[in-house]
């Protein structure tokens, strides 16, 4: 019986460790929505906007229309899921700025007059899921690989 309790704590405390992990990567990951305030000069407010979401390592798409859609390096796309950013105009001299709460929130930091709006969309759970599923597949790839190049080579 002693076994079983122990066990039991060890599992509750693994199972609280991992749920803090989770909700960490799932706040920075998660899709959010800030409204930026675009000032008199709608021209150096853009080429800032830009430049600020440039830093992160999101590029432009070539696609014309309202909203403007960047995209970030496609080896953390495929690690991460990570999401796009989309800068839109919401009115009132303002744009509406969607993406990941890291890369978002970073943005909203470089600016004055930025307010947080509701993002009413889906978020992207399932490709962060297998993000992390390949994140973890690596691992064990690389683990298994130094297990056996000391298993052969060891002696």
């Known amino acids: 019986m002693e076994v079983v309790g122990v066990l039991s704590i060890m599992g509750l405390c693994f199972a609280g460790v991992m749920f803090l992990l ?3 990567v799932w706040l920075r990951y998660r899709v959010i929505a800030i409204a930026v305030s675009s000032g008199s000069d709608p021209q150096a407010f853009s080429y800032k906007l830009t430049e600020a979401i440039r830093t992160l390592g999101y ?11 960047f995209q970030g390096p496609a080896w953390i796309r495929w690690i ?10 919401a009115g009132g001299g303002a744009v509406l700025v969607t993406g990941p709460a890291f890369s978002v929130s970073f ?10 709006r509701r993002y009413a969309g889906r978020q992207p759970v399932w490709p962060l899921l297998k993000g992390l599923l390949r994140l973890f597949g690596i691992g064990v790839a690389v683990m298994l690989a130094i297990g056996l190049a000391f298993y052969l080579f060891g002696n």
Do not use: A, D, M, Y
């Not at 590029?59 to 859609?69: A, F, K, N, Y």
């Not at 943005?107 to 947080?116: A, E």
């Open 107 to 116: 943005v909203g930091k470089r600016f004055t007059g930025v307010t947080p």
């Open 80 to 89: 991460t899921g990570l999401q796009n950013i989309s800068v839109e105009p």
């Open 59 to 69: 590029r432009e798409t070539p696609e014309s229309g309202s909203s403007r859609v």
């Open 22 to 24: 989770v909700r960490r």
